[in-house]
């Protein structure tokens, strides 16, 4: 394999890179045991808070109810994974570490679902129901609940991780792919919370008819879920606390009451749109008005936050032009969405050298990270990253 010198210049490109680096904190290692951070204590007690009262909230009924609790269990599980590898593809600009994720992840799923979201949700909905009646809480309680305290601790957990990953968590798109990820250990935990209380109301009678229906009910609407207004919510969050390419708290705010809004939507649809045109009304917001609202959101958020981790990730490449590596076509591809990279490929002649393009631009985004991965140093895998281009650019097709 050809071993390429290591490169010492000092030209504009690698200072680009070097700004890039600093200002992305990619490849900076994340650690989650910080005793001496307040953070960690907070994000251990919420997390261990929260298994508690699961364990406590399941433990009462798993003996009677546990066929519906382990096939609710088992489908989601099954469910999370197109998840990850969705949320891993969007996670490809300055990547954050697998490990911050699962912290993420793990936060949703324990600490803001049952440490804060159930006995919040259980203590407004209480206040609700003393101050305006029953029959308001059951149409208006949920919509006016679960968007605030729920969006609040999922939300949470992304500042905790701020505070133990500061030099990770820098710009809104990092906290929109986190807040997909609190969105996501959320959305599993609550759905597996939904598959066992449908078993326990309808007393243990067809336990997996039970779960099952709301596998399928949850994973048709699970799109349109925690994992999207989290993201969104999240992102806002960002750029409220100042942590975008320029102070744009009005926007960031925004977000975080549209996502609100989008999660109240949700609660209170069947209220919401038997008001607006009876039946009619609520089958119309569920099937056309809240999916392409939330998608459209979410298509906001992301094109609002991207363009920032791009500029990173085509700062980090540049320097590869200098020494005729990759040209410029390339790294604009390398550090564009997926249009671009189609376009990139497109614009080939011959299949053979679409699927060259297609490697060459993966082998790109692998530059990238070993570069991050080694402060922007010339180490072994950075050559032998810079090799396989080579190997690519020059082999048969």
């Known amino acids: 394999m050809t071993t390429l010198s290591p490169v010492t210049d000092t030209s504009a490109g690698q200072d680009s890179r070097t700004a890039a680096l600093q200002a992305s904190g990619w490849g900076a290692p994340f650690k989650l045991l910080q005793p001496r951070n307040l953070c960690f204590w907070v994000y251990a007690l919420g997390v261990a808070a929260g298994i508690w009262r699961m364990v406590q909230y399941y433990g009462g009924g798993a003996g009677a109810y546990g066929v519906g609790l382990g096939t ?20 490809r600009y300055t990547r954050q570490p697998a490990s911050l994720l699962a912290a993420a992840f793990v936060w949703g799923a324990a600490a803001a679902t049952f440490w804060i979201a159930l006995p919040a949700n259980g203590a407004f909905l209480s206040l ?10 059951n149409d208006w309680g949920a919509g006016l609940t679960a968007p605030i305290n729920e969006e609040i601790g999922k939300a949470l957990g992304l500042i905790l991780l701020l505070g133990l990953a500061r030099k990770l968590v820098r710009s809104p798109f990092d906290g929109l792919i986190i807040g997909a990820f609190i969105g996501l250990g959320f959305q599993i935990s609550e759905d597996v919370l939904y598959a066992f209380n449908n078993t ?11 779960a099952w229906h709301i596998v399928l009910l949850r994973s048709a609407t699970g799109l349109f879920g925690h994992v999207l207004f989290s993201a969104v919510f999240c992102s806002g969050l960002m750029w409220l606390l100042g942590r975008g390419d320029r102070p744009r708290r009005l926007r960031g705010l925004l977000l975080m009451i549209a996502a609100m809004i989008a999660h109240g939507g949700w609660d209170s649809m069947g209220a919401l749109g038997y008001l ?14 809240m999916p392409v609202a939330d998608l459209l959101l979410l298509w906001l958020a992301f094109r609002l936050a991207v363009p920032q981790e791009q500029a990173w990730l085509r700062d980090i490449l540049a320097a590869e032009t200098e020494t005729g590596l990759l040209t410029e076509a390339e790294v604009t591809a390398a550090a564009g969405g997926w249009r671009t990279r189609r376009h990139y490929r497109k614009a080939q002649h011959g299949h053979d050298e679409k699927q060259r393009a297609k490697h060459i631009l993966t082998a790109a985004n692998d530059l990238a990270e070993q570069i991050a991965e080694a402060g922007g ?3 072994d895998d950075v050559e032998h990253a ?5 190997r690519l650019r020059t082999s048969p097709a």
């Open 72 to 91: 609710g269990a088992l489908a989601f599980a099954i469910y999370t994974i197109p998840w990850l590898v969705l949320l891993a593809y969007h996670n």
């Open 128 to 137: 609700y129901g003393k101050a305006f009646g029953q029959a308001w809480v």
């Open 200 to 210: 326990a109301v309808n007393f243990g009678a067809d336990q997996v008819g039970s």
């Open 276 to 289: 607006l045109a009876g039946n009619y009304g609520v089958l119309l917001l569920m099937v056309v008005v």
């Open 377 to 379: 140093h010339d180490t």
């Open 386 to 390: 810079r090799a396989e281009i080579t």
